[in-house]
């Protein structure tokens, strides 16, 4: 502790938790106090230059358009610290939903609670908070693709690959504003800089997002994490990667029955027929509730000023917007997904590239057997319809009359030629 109040000249403060169902208790320990407590041990640093606060672009996603100003909270964020104190914890799960209010998540909540701590307790700090919004695979540094969880899209990203998610509730014009995690890292590393060398008189708050600058829809890229995966498929899938977005609750819930949880249900009655332990519907479960509460976001569309981010870029010397770049108007989308994309199946599911033949293969025997699948179901389908229904038999008999007709006629035409 000695060694960190003497010798702590920035503070980059990344540590939270980000999981989106966390309790209210847990989150405001990890996402108000300790921003409080190290605000604390910050004013007891003598050499400290700066102070950077990593928050989210979505602590106000309760907005539509969002400035670089700290809104205030309903509920002052001592107030809930203190209640948290006393408070069991059957009360706070009670009164959750109405403290976050119209906020999604206890995450996102909590995340403008320790804005407003930073706001109200940075005494005579340096201080600067950067919100960046979905923080994806890198796009340069140290190489295109490189990720290291299942935060964000990259654990749907896995679930699409791998034909387990084939719908997903979202609006495909709606923007996705990803962010690839190396120009977080640059713009937080020039703000540090900033905020040290220019002292500004009130903290600066920077939207690190992108579709201010170049924006993307989750259409666009859905469509380039399918693509992507039939090029260059994940191994031993599930089914064929295919999914769309669906808009209302009845598609929704048609697609979880049928895409989701019947062929889910299928294969685990094969599993146990077969002696095996059966895992699908326990997947399924755990895929649907992980769905449920990302959809939020892509479903809406949100707006973020980003003047403060436009001033920093113009700071930057010709050689700094080189080495620190955070300029996203030169990405290109097609490229990050697809190199985002082949990262997930690299770092995160650690298959080589000499198993793509063997996984197209695999891709194929499963279309064969969808094929095969389908008719038998139409056979059946129709061997009842036929039992029940007399147009159903009319329909047939026409149908055979009609083939046995046709083959006659060629036979008759191809032995006149003859
Ligand atoms: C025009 C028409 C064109 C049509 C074209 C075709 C369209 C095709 C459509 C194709 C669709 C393709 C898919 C597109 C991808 C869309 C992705 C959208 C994602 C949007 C994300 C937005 C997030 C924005 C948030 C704001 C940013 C932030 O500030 S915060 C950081 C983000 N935080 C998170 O992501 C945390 C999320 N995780 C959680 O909250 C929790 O983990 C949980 C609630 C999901 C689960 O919690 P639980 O307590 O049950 O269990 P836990 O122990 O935590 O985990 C259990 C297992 O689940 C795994 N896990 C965790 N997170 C994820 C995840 N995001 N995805 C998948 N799996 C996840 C976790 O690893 C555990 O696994 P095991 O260890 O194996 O048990
Ligand atoms: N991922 C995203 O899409 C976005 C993230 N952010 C913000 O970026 C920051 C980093 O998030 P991200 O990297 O995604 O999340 P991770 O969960 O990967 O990282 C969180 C970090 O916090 C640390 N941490 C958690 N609890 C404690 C604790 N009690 N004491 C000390 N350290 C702790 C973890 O340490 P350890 O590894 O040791 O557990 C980990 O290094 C967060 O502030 C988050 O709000 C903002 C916008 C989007």
Redesign the pocket.
Known sequence: MQELLSCTNVVFHCAAT????DSLRHAVQLNVTATQKLLLMASQMPKLEAFIHIS???SNCNLQHIDEVIYPCPVEPKKIIDSMEWLDDAIVEEITPKLIRDWPNT??YT?ALGEMVVHQESGNLNIAIVR????GATWQEPFPGWVDN???????????GKGF?RA?R?A?MAVADLIPVDTVVNLTLAVGWYTAVHRPKSTLIYHCTSSNFNPCH??K???Q??ATCEKIPFERAFRRPY???TTNTITTQYQNAVSHWAPAIIYDLYLRLTGRKPRMTKLMN??L??VS??EY??NRSWEWSTNNTEMLMSELSPEDQRVFNFDVRQLNWLEYIENYVLGVKKYLLKEDMAGVPEAKQHLRRLRNIHYLFNTALFLIAWRLLIARSQMARNVWLFIVSLCYKCISYFRASSSLKA
């Open positions: 980000v999981r989106f169902n989210t672009a979505f995450y996102t995340k960046p919004s979905i923080v299942v935060n964000g899209p990259s654990g749907l990203i896995i679930a699409t998610l997903l979202g495909p989750w259409g890229m859905g469509f994490i399918l999914a769309d977005f755990r895929l509730r992980t509460v990302l976001f892509v």
